[in-house]
C-alpha cells in the first residue's frame, strides 16, 4: 500500500515538474508573469513532492518490507537502522530518486527568491533545471521504479512489477539480501552522496548559462550569480572523489586508491572541465574575454555530469550490448545528445554576441597562460574519455572487447600533469594584461634557483629516477611561487597597515579570498603530489605463504606471522584475522591485523556470499606499511599468505586532501554578497528616510 | 684393517663428493618454483575477462586465484612473462591485457588523443595570435602606458605591485 502512495508521489512530482517547465516557457511566450510566477511555485513544489516519495522509500528501508524489490535488494533485516537510510543510494533505482531529490532542492533553492534583477533570467532556469529533473523523475517512473513490489505469477515465476499482474499473488521474501559489504563503509556511506551533490549542483550554473544564452544577456552576469555554486559544486565533487578513493585504499584491498577504473574517470571527466571553468571563468570576469569558451566549458561539464551518471547506471561499461538490453541506456544516451545540441544550437545562435572584449596582448600574460591551462585539462580529458569509450568504440566496430588500463592513462596523463604543474608555478607571477620573457623570468629565477637546489639535494641523497627528480622540481617550485606569494602579500600589508606579519596574512587571504583560497588548493596539489609520486615511483610489493613465527622482509620493514583465528559476528558475518608483528631493524612496531570479512546472506531467491579483504596498515609521514591477507590453510591454520605493499609518502596526499577542501572553503565560504550589499543598503536607506519622514 | 682404512675413506669420500655433486646440480638444474612475486609480476599486467577493471593480481576472486595457479605452473615449465601473455590472449581474447595491442584498428586508442589536443594546441595558438594586435610602441608609451593604468585600476594583482614597487 505504502509503495503504491510512493509511486504515486513520484508520478505527481513528474506531472508538477513537467507543468513548471511548461509554464515557464509559455509565460516568456506570453510575457505572463503570473505564468512565470506559477512556474516558479510549481518549481518550488517539487521539493516537497519529491522530499515525500523518498521518505516513503526510506519507511519501506527501514521497516523490512522485503516484498518491495529495492528494498529487498539493498537491505537485511540484521542491518542497523542508520545503514538501512543509507540503503537508499545503494541501489540503481534509490540512487536515481537521490539525484532527483537534490536536483528538486537545488532549483528551489536557486528559485525560492524571485530574481527582481534578472527576471529575465529566471523562466529558462526553471526550464532547464525542470527538464533535467523530469528526465531523472521519468527513468524512476518508466524503468527503474524503486517502488515496485515482487509478485509470485500463477505458473510461479517471481518478478517485480510495479502494477500486479492477473492472477499473481504478492510474494514475502524472508529476509533481503543485504547492502553490498563493500558499500558499508563509512567513506562508501557519504562518498556518493558528494559525488552527487557536485553533480547536481553543477546543474545550476549551467541552468544560468542556458538562460543567459536564451535571453542574449551575455555579459558576465550568469557567472557572477552562480560564482559559488560554482565553487560548493566543485567542493563536494572534489571531496566525493577523495573519499571515493580514500574508500579504495582503505577496502577494496589493491594497495591503491585509484585504478583508471572507467567508474572513477566517469566523476573525474566533469571535475576536468569544471577546473578549466573555474579557472577561464576568471579571465572573462577579469578581461571580457573567452565568453564563447566558457559557455563551452559549463555545456561540456554539465552533459559529462549526465554522461557519468549514464556510464555508471546503465551497464554500458561492460558490455555495449547490456547498454542495448536495458532500457535506462538508451534514454540516458538520447538525453545527452538532445541537451548536448540544444545547447551548441543556443551557443552557435549567440556565437557572435559572445566575443571578446579585450585583447590578448601578449603570449605570456596571464590570461594566455589560463588558456594554456584549460588547453591541458582538456587534454586530459580527452585522453580519458577516449580511453573510457575506446573499449565500446572497438567492440562495436570489431566486434573484440579490449580494457584501457592504467599504463594507457598514466602514460598519457603523465606528461600533461607535470606541464599543469609547471603553469601553475609559472602563473601566479605573470601579469594580466602584458607579460615578457624578461619580467616573468625577474620573477621566476629565484624560485626555480631554489627548487633546482632541492632537486639536487634529492638526487645525491634520496633518489636518482629521473621521472621522480623532474617531479619534486616541479612540486618544489608550486610550493615555493606559492609560498613566496603569500608572503608578499603579507609583507606588503605587514608595512601598510602596520600589522604582525600573521595578522596581515590573515587580513590579506579574508579580503581576497578567492585567490588566496585558490593559492591554498595550489598547495595542496603540491602535497598531493608528493603522495602520487610517493606511490607511483616508489612502490614496493612482495607476496609470500609464511608458516607460524617465519618472516617476509621487505623496504627495511620485516614482518612476522604471529596467529590467525576466525571469529563470528551476530550480524551474520565471519572475520578471519590474521595478526602480524612488524620490525624495522631490530625495533619493535607493534601488531597489525589484516582481515578478511565474510557476508553470508541467505535467501529465499538465492544465497550471496561476499567477502572484503581489510588490509592492516600501519601509516606515517614516511610511508604506509599496508598488509593483506590473501589466503590460509583453514584446515592447519599455520601457514597464511600475506601480500605487503610499502607506500612511502602517501600519506601526503590525504593530507593534501584535508587542506585541498579548506582552501576551497576559504574560496567559497558565503560572505557578504557584493552584489547584493548595495541593493540592501539603499532599501534601508529608503525605509529610515521614510521612517525619518 | 690398516689396508683397509684407505679403500674405505676412498670410497666414502667419493661417495660423499658424488652426492654433493648431483645434489648441486639438482640444486642447480632443477626446476625452482616460482615465487608469489614472479607470478604476481606477471598478473598485473593481466586482467580477467569475469572481474570488471581489476587487475590479476589483486583480484580476490576464486577464478582468479586459479588464473594465477595457472601462471606459477606456466612459469614453472619456463615460460617467459610475454608466452604467458600470449597464451592468455589466444585463450580468452585481447581483452586480458592492460592495454588494447598496438595492432589494426586498436592504434585508434592511441592516435586520437595526441591528435585531438595537437588540434586543440593549435587552435590556441591561432586564437593567441588573431587576438594579439601589434603593439604600438610610441617613444612616449603613450597609448601603452594608459593601457597598463586601465588594466591596473581594475586589477587588485597590479595594484598590489605597484605598491610593492613603491615600497622598495
Known amino acids: 500500500?505504502?509503495?503504491?502512495?510512493?509511486?504515486?508521489?513520484?508520478?505527481?512530482?513528474?506531472?508538477?515538474?513537467?507543468?513548471?517547465?511548461?509554464?515557464?516557457?509559455?509565460?516568456?511566450?506570453?510575457?505572463?508573469?503570473?505564468?512565470?510566477?506559477?512556474?516558479?511555485?510549481?518549481?518550488?513544489?517539487?521539493?516537497?513532492?519529491?522530499?515525500?516519495?523518498?521518505?516513503?522509500?526510506?519507511?519501506?528501508?527501514?521497516?523490512?518490507?522485503?516484498?518491495?524489490?529495492?528494498?529487498?535488494?539493498?537491505t537485511s533485516s540484521?542491518?542497523?537502522?542508520?545503514?538501512?537510510?543509507?540503503?537508499?543510494?545503494?541501489?540503481?533505482?534509490?540512487?536515481?530518486?537521490?539525484?532527483?531529490?537534490?536536483?528538486?532542492?537545488?532549483?528551489?533553492?536557486?528559485?525560492?527568491?524571485?530574481?527582481?534583477?534578472?527576471?529575465?533570467?529566471?523562466?529558462?532556469?526553471?526550464?532547464?533545471?525542470?527538464?533535467?529533473?523530469?528526465?531523472?523523475?521519468?527513468?524512476?517512473?518508466?524503468?527503474?521504479?524503486?517502488?515496485?513490489?515482487?509478485?509470485?505469477?500463477?505458473?510461479?515465476?517471481?518478478?517485480?512489477?510495479?502494477?500486479?499482474?492477473?492472477?499473481?499473488?504478492?510474494?514475502?521474501?524472508?529476509?533481503g539480501r543485504g547492502l553490498n559489504p563493500l558499500l558499508r563503509h563509512p567513506g562508501m556511506i557519504i562518498h556518493p552522496p558528494m559525488l552527487y551533490l557536485g553533480f547536481v549542483s553543477f546543474v545550476i550554473p549551467f541552468a544560468f548559462a542556458i538562460a543567459a544564452l536564451v535571453t542574449g544577456r551575455t555579459d558576465d552576469r550568469w557567472i557572477r550569480l552562480t560564482r559559488r555554486w560554482t565553487l560548493w559544486a566543485w567542493f563536494f565533487l572534489s571531496f566525493g572523489l577523495v573519499l571515493g578513493g580514500r574508500w579504495a585504499y582503505d577496502v577494496l584491498g589493491w594497495g591503491g586508491y585509484w585504478g583508471w577504473d572507467p567508474v572513477e574517470i566517469a566523476a573525474f571527466m566533469p571535475w576536468l572541465t569544471g577546473t578549466a571553468f573555474l579557472h577561464s571563468v576568471m579571465i572573462q570576469e577579469k578581461r571580457g574575454m573567452l565568453k564563447q569558451w566558457n559557455m563551452v566549458l559549463i555545456i561540456l561539464t554539465y552533459c559529462l555530469v549526465i554522461f557519468g551518471t549514464f556510464l555508471t547506471r546503465s551497464g554500458v561499461l561492460s558490455s555495449v550490448h547490456a547498454f542495448a538490453q536495458s532500457a535506462i541506456g538508451p534514454a540516458f544516451f538520447i538525453f545527452i545528445l538532445a541537451t548536448f545540441s540544444i545547447s551548441i544550437r543556443l551557443l552557435i545562435y549567440r556565437w557572435a554576441d559572445l566575443r571578446a572584449e579585450a585583447e590578448m596582448t601578449s603570449m605570456l600574460s596571464r590570461e594566455a597562460l589560463f588558456l594554456f591551462n584549460n588547453l591541458l585539462f582538456m587534454g586530459i580529458l580527452v585522453v580519458c574519455f577516449w580511453g573510457v569509450i575506446f573499449p565500446l568504440v572497438s567492440e562495436l566496430f570489431t566486434g573484440q572487447k579490449v580494457t584501457v588500463g592504467p599504463p594507457f592513462y598514466e602514460r598519457a596523463n603523465g606528461p600533461l600533469f607535470s606541464a599543469l604543474f609547471f603553469l601553475m608555478g609559472v602563473a601566479p607571477l605573470s601579469a594580466w594584461g602584458h607579460s615578457t620573457w624578461q619580467t616573468l623570468g625577474r620573477a621566476l629565477w629565484k624560485p626555480t634557483l631554489i627548487a633546482t637546489a632541492i632537486t639536487v639535494f634529492l638526487y645525491f641523497t634520496y633518489t636518482e629516477k629521473p621521472a621522480a627528480l623532474l617531479g619534486f622540481f616541479l612540486v618544489a617550485l608550486v610550493l615555493l611561487v606559492t609560498v613566496y606569494e603569500f608572503w608578499r602579500g603579507a609583507r606588503a600589508r605587514q608595512q601598510s597597515h602596520k600589522e604582525s606579519f600573521f595578522s596581515a596574512l590573515n587580513h590579506l587571504t579574508a579580503r581576497n579570498r578567492r585567490r588566496y583560497g585558490g593559492y591554498i588548493v595550489h598547495m595542496s596539489m603540491v602535497l598531493m603530489a608528493i603522495g602520487i609520486l610517493g606511490i607511483e615511483i616508489f612502490q614496493k610489493e612482495t607476496q609470500g605463504q609464511l608458516q607460524l613465527n617465519q618472516s617476509?622482509?621487505?623496504?627495511?620493514?620485516?614482518?612476522?606471522?604471529?596467529?590467525?583465528?576466525?571469529?563470528?559476528?551476530?550480524d551474520g558475518h565471519d572475520v578471519t584475522r590474521a595478526t602480524v608483528k612488524v620490525y624495522r631493524g631490530d625495533a619493535?612496531?607493534?601488531?597489525?591485523?589484516?582481515?578478511?570479512?565474510?557476508?553470508?546472506?541467505?535467501?529465499?531467491?538465492?544465497?550471496?556470499?561476499?567477502?572484503?579483504?581489510?588490509?592492516?596498515?600501519?601509516?606515517t609521514l614516511a610511508d604506509d606499511l599496508y598488509i593483506l591477507l590473501v589466503d590460509w590453510q583453514p584446515a592447519t591454520a599455520t601457514s597464511a599468505t600475506f601480500k605487503i605493499y610499502v607506500n612511502p609518502l602517501v600519506n601526503w596526499l590525504w593530507i593534501g586532501c584535508l587542506v585541498f577542501l579548506f582552501g576551497i572553503l576559504i574560496a567559497a565560504w558565503p560572505d557578504k554578497d557584493a552584489e547584493l550589499v548595495p541593493a540592501r543598503a539603499k532599501n534601508k536607506a529608503y525605509q529610515s528616510s521614510a521612517a525619518d519622514d | 684393517m690398516n689396508r683397509q682404512l684407505p679403500i674405505t675413506i676412498y670410497v666414502l669420500s667419493l661417495a660423499l663428493v658424488l652426492t654433493a655433486l648431483t645434489a648441486g646440480r639438482a640444486f642447480a638444474q632443477g626446476p625452482q618454483?616460482?615465487?608469489?612475486?614472479?607470478?604476481?609480476?606477471?598478473?598485473?599486467?593481466?586482467?580477467?575477462?569475469?572481474?570488471?577493471?581489476?587487475?590479476?593480481?589483486?583480484?580476490?576472486?576464486?577464478?582468479?586465484?586459479?588464473?594465477?595457479?595457472?601462471?606459477?605452473?606456466?612459469?614453472?615449465?619456463?615460460?617467459?612473462?610475454?608466452?604467458?601473455?600470449?597464451?592468455?590472449?589466444?585463450?580468452?581474447?585481447?581483452?586480458?591485457l592492460n592495454e588494447p595491442p598496438r595492432t589494426g584498428f586498436n592504434w585508434l586508442a592511441y592516435i586520437v588523443p595526441p591528435l585531438v589536443i595537437l588540434l586543440g594546441a593549435l587552435s590556441v595558438v591561432r586564437t593567441l595570435k588573431g587576438m594579439k594586435k601589434p603593439v604600438v610602441v610610441s617613444p612616449a608609451g603613450g597609448a601603452d602606458r594608459s593601457e597598463a593604468r586601465r588594466l591596473a585600476e581594475d586589477d587588485y594583482a597590479a595594484r598590489f605591485e605597484e605598491e610593492v614597487r613603491k615600497r622598495k
Open chain 1, 1 to 74: 500500500m505504502l509503495a503504491q502512495f510512493g509511486y504515486g508521489t513520484l508520478v505527481l512530482s513528474f506531472v508538477v515538474t513537467l507543468y513548471a517547465a511548461g509554464a515557464a516557457m509559455l509565460g516568456v511566450r506570453n510575457k505572463s508573469l503570473a505564468q512565470i510566477e506559477s512556474a516558479r511555485r510549481a518549481m518550488l513544489l517539487t521539493f516537497p513532492l519529491v522530499s515525500l516519495t523518498a521518505l516513503v522509500l526510506i519507511t519501506l528501508l527501514v521497516s523490512n518490507q522485503f516484498n518491495v524489490q529495492f528494498v529487498y535488494e539493498v
Open chain 1, 78 to 175: 540484521s542491518m542497523p537502522t542508520y545503514l538501512k537510510v543509507t540503503a537508499w543510494w545503494g541501489g540503481q533505482a534509490g540512487s536515481l530518486l537521490f539525484w532527483s531529490f537534490l536536483m528538486s532542492a537545488f532549483a528551489s533553492a536557486v528559485t525560492l527568491h524571485k530574481w527582481e534583477r534578472d527576471r529575465e533570467l529566471l523562466p529558462w532556469v526553471i526550464v532547464t533545471a525542470c527538464v533535467t529533473l523530469a528526465f531523472f523523475l521519468g527513468l524512476n517512473i518508466f524503468f527503474e521504479n524503486p517502488f515496485a513490489q515482487l509478485y509470485q505469477t500463477l505458473d510461479g515465476e517471481i518478478g517485480a512489477y510495479t502494477f500486479a499482474p492477473a492472477g499473481a499473488q504478492l510474494f514475502q521474501p524472508v529476509d
Open chain 1, 552 to 570: 617476509l622482509n621487505i623496504g627495511g620493514y620485516t614482518v612476522t606471522y604471529a596467529e590467525i583465528a576466525d571469529f563470528h559476528y551476530r
Open chain 1, 588 to 619: 619493535y612496531l607493534g601488531e597489525l591485523a589484516p582481515r578478511i570479512d565474510y557476508y553470508y546472506t541467505p535467501s529465499d531467491i538465492e544465497n550471496t556470499l561476499q567477502r572484503m579483504t581489510i588490509p592492516g596498515v600501519r601509516s
Open chain 2, 33 to 96: 618454483p616460482p615465487t608469489d612475486d614472479e607470478v604476481n609480476a606477471v598478473a598485473k599486467e593481466l586482467f580477467c575477462p569475469v572481474c570488471e577493471n581489476t587487475p590479476l593480481d589483486v583480484c580476490p576472486t576464486q577464478a582468479c586465484r586459479q588464473w594465477r595457479d595457472q601462471i606459477r605452473s606456466l612459469l614453472a615449465e619456463g615460460k617467459t612473462s610475454d608466452e604467458i601473455k600470449q597464451y592468455f590472449v589466444d585463450t580468452y581474447g585481447d581483452r586480458v
